[in-house]
T-cell receptor, first 113, second 114 residues
């Protein structure tokens, strides 16, 4: 059973507009959430994270929102740029002793010029 | 600044062969991890090393062994490769296993088993 789900395999957005990537989770023991970006033939690159004690974290064009009651995480990219075209993974960490990261299956973002 | 370096980048094996995937980090991180990524799926944890001298199983450890050689290096060994182990393997490291620090990934090893 997938504990972290990214239900949209792909998303296309016009350059300059907002990109919103979504992630849902089921495990209430998750306490730390991350977003990674991945280009083809490269490893995932860390983008932004948020602790469960917060509901928003910003870093430049990237903002992550956490809604704990809905068990929902989203990444906003404003404004979107063609270089943002990549696969985006959300990940969540268990607060228990294992503290493993569980990854979603990814969303392919395409920013159209 | 190399970060996390994985070797080799590509490998083709025959069923039953063995091989070791190498990983080294130059960020003085305490914790290291091995993941596999299969098509249409997220990364799944194979083994991790919370600190030098310790290793633990992750979600999908069967068919693999690991060695934390020193603080910098963490290797993954396939003793008898099977076609189901065809995948892209990623090594990662983080400053601490316990704190809120992100993991940083290498560029992966693409492994095909015939």
């Amino acid at each position: 059973d997938q504990q972290v789900k990214q239900n949209s395999p792909s998303l296309s957005v016009q350059e300059g507009r907002i990109s919103i990537l979504n992630c849902d989770y089921t495990n209430s023991m998750f306490d730390y959430f991350l977003w990674y970006k991945k280009y083809p033939a490269e490893g995932p690159t860390f983008l932004i994270s948020i602790s469960s004690i917060k509901d928003k974290n910003e870093d430049g064009r990237f903002t992550v929102f956490l809604n704990k009651s809905a068990k929902h995480l989203s990444l906003h990219i404003v404004p979107s740029q063609p270089g943002d075209s990549a696969v985006y993974f959300c990940a969540a960490r268990d607060s228990g002793s294992a503290r493993q990261l569980t990854f979603g299956s990814g969303t392919q973002l395409t920013v159209l010029p | 600044n190399a970060g996390v370096t994985q070797t080799p980048k590509f490998q083709v094996l025959k069923t039953g062969q063995s091989m070791t995937l190498q990983c080294a980090q130059d960020m003085n991180h305490n914790s290291m991890y091995w993941y596999r990524q299969d098509p249409g799926m997220g990364l799944r944890l194979i083994y991790y090393s919370a600190s030098e001298g310790t290793t633990d199983k992750g979600e999908v450890p069967n068919g693999y062994n690991v060695s934390r050689l020193n603080k910098r290096e963490f290797s993954l060994r396939l003793e008898s490769a099977a076609p189901s182990q065809t995948s892209v393997y990623f090594c990662a490291s983080s400053e601490s296993f316990w704190g809120n620090q992100p993991q940083h990934f290498g560029d992966g090893t693409r492994l095909s088993i015939l």
